[in-house]
């Protein structure tokens, strides 16, 4: 399984940014796919997350009714839509993936097994 993610940029406070997660190499349906940031000197933090199969989401209490994950089967592509940006919503931004199978969605980034590359969003003030 390969992800690559996309979107990031430099936005003023208030703005909006779309990031996009390709994915890659596997039959996605089982799975739960996953944004995650992280600043220096920090663990890496949970976002959102979505239920590839059904579409069912959880997002952290920090981004709750700014951000929306969702994603396009046909494309085998996951997005992020932030919106309402602050400047403590600057990171690097990662997509995540595990094969879920019936488990649920699980907020604990060592639980996800495939990792894209960072994407860094930056809020000015």
């Known amino acids: 399984v390969q992800l690559q993610a996309s979107g990031g940029g430099l936005v003023q406070a208030g703005g909006s940014l779309r990031l996009s997660c390709a994915a890659s190499g596997g039959t996605f349906s089982s799975y739960i796919m996953g944004w995650f940031r992280q600043i220096p000197g920090k663990e890496r933090e949970f976002v959102a997350a979505?239920?590839?199969?059904?579409?069912?989401?959880h997002y952290s209490d920090s981004v709750k009714g700014r951000f929306a994950i969702s994603r396009a089967s046909a494309a085998n592509m996951v997005y992020l839509q932030m919106n309402s940006l602050k400047p403590e919503d600057t990171a690097v931004y990662y997509c995540?993936?595990?094969?879920?199978?019936?488990?649920?969605?699980?907020?604990?980034?060592?639980?996800?097994?495939?990792w894209g590359q960072g994407t860094l969003v930056t809020v000015s003030s």
């Open positions: 979505i239920r590839w199969s059904g579409g069912v989401t």
């Open positions: 995540a993936a595990y094969s879920a199978s019936g488990l649920p969605i699980i907020r604990r980034w060592s639980q996800y097994h495939y």
